[in-house]
């Protein structure tokens, strides 16, 4: 790890421990390995929460702050150095690494986590653990927390509350610092090149696999560590599946192709859905509920700034598509009832916008005190209003069945309004059929 990125990890961990205060210890676990089948494994992947405080990115590893502690606020219990293993697997960074590469103040191996973590709990007034994360480490935590209740009257000393840190870490994460801005821009840089491919280059007869595998090939050939999220790669009928990610149908020239795909790099994530025609322009039908969604998203989009509440987005999308969907005939009514009453959701039966950071749906809270969150800068969003007409829908324009269009963007709130950060990702008919019918 480079100093200056020790020096952003440290500054985190310094805002988490004076959140928690003098007194407390938080309680962090690495992600454990996950199998894939018999004895293989997924490639790993580290918790995020955990990542976000160390920078340390190996299983079978336990983060301890301790605020105020004179032995040291930040202790790591980590899997020691075994040449024989790191044969297999990889060189480890070790108790020594710990300390000297990741600025722990004073490092254990994981298998002393019965002989140091008791004594910390002891001298703790509070402790912080999220539950449920992780089974094992729980029941080991619970343990903890019940041989301290039954010792405190006897030695007058340990915590008297178990409490989840993630509030803690999440308000944290969800106000994005520069290095985190700049490795999600790197990451949507990424995603921009490979969805140009794809508007260039997909034709019909081309398997939608095909697609999928060009994407990833320019995440991880531009240095991503590949996809932030299963890529949706949906063409025709697929498109008004949400979350198709079969991408096993052969597109045919004219279809509308649907890629909601986003590389990841160095732990962010980027988060773009484009739809455009196979190797033609839009037709008339798909150009007129195109460029419904392209305005409701502009309009949303254009709203945000400082201060507007979280659903503000949604609210104008929602009624931009709901007008056009009523003179397009896919709806009948009011406008205000077709809303109240939810009437839209056979063609938009999703939210407008999520938070986007390390994860693609990012943590932080959407309400506070029954209301929605006002919206600050350093937070980042996605816009990605959409309109998706099953095609077996009998009571839907014909011409229209088996459409699904949606457009996302990732916005940044600013101190003065909003940057749209993936706006160099074309989107403008006349940008996308200047690359679908070339």
């Keep these: 790890m480079t100093p200056e990125k020790a020096a952003i990890f440290r500054q985190r961990r310094k805002r988490f421990a004076e959140a928690i205060g003098t007194g407390a210890l938080a309680i962090i676990p690495a992600a454990p390995v996950a199998v894939r089948s018999r004895d293989v494994e997924f490639p790993y992947h580290q918790d995020h929460d955990f990542y976000y405080l160390t920078g340390f990115d190996e299983p079978e590893t336990v983060m301890l702050l301790a605020s105020g502690h004179p032995d040291g606020e930040f202790v790591m219990l980590v899997r020691a150095r075994d040449k024989e293993r790191e044969v297999w697997t990889g060189r480890r960074a070790g108790v020594e690494g710990a300390v000297i590469d990741y600025g722990a103040d004073r490092a254990f191996r994981i298998e002393q986590f ?115 999220y299963p890529s949706i790669v949906a063409s025709g009928p697929n498109a008004t599946i949400l979350h198709y990610i079969h991408n096993d149908r052969r597109m045919e020239q004219g279809d509308l192709l649907l890629i909601d795909a986003g590389s990841e790099f160095d732990f962010y994530a980027s988060d773009i859905t484009r739809t455009f025609p196979v190797a033609s322009r839009f037709s008339p039908v798909q150009r007129g509920l195109y460029q419904l969604v392209l305005e409701a998203q502009l309009k949303a989009i254009e709203s945000i700034r400082p201060g507007v509440p979280f659903d503000t987005p949604h609210d104008i999308a929602l009624r931009i598509l709901v007008e056009g969907m009523r003179e397009l005939k896919m709806l009948r009514g009011s406008v205000d009832e077709l809303i109240s009453g939810a009437g839209y959701r056979r063609f938009y039966m999703h939210r407008t916008s999520h938070w986007l950071g390390m994860d693609v749906h990012d943590v932080g809270v959407y309400r506070t005190g029954g209301e929605p969150r006002k919206l600050e800068p350093g937070m980042v969003l996605t816009v990605e209003p959409g309109i998706y007409v099953a095609a077996d829908d009998q009571d839907a324009p014909p011409e229209m069945r088996g459409i699904g269009i949606r457009i996302e963007d990732d916005v940044l709130v600013t101190a003065d309004g909003y940057e749209v950060m993936s706006a160099q990702i074309p989107k403008r008919i006349d940008e996308v059929e200047a690359l679908t019918s070339a």
């Design 114 to 228: 019965d002989e140091i973590v008791p004594r910390y709990v002891r001298d703790s007034q509070r402790v912080y653990y999220a539950l449920g994360a992780n089974e094992r480490m729980s029941a080991k935590v619970i343990e903890l927390m019940r041989a301290s209740e039954a010792n405190r009257e006897r030695i007058g000393a340990g915590p008297t509350a178990l409490l989840d840190p993630r509030e803690i870490i999440h308000e944290q994460r969800l106000f994005k610092q520069p290095d985190e801005l700049a490795a999600m821009r790197r990451a949507i840089a990424i995603s921009d090149q490979a969805h140009r491919r794809a508007m260039s280059e997909a034709r019909g007869g081309a398997g939608e696999w095909e697609i999928q595998a060009l994407l990833e090939y320019a995440f991880r050939s531009q240095g991503a560590s590949g996809p932030a």
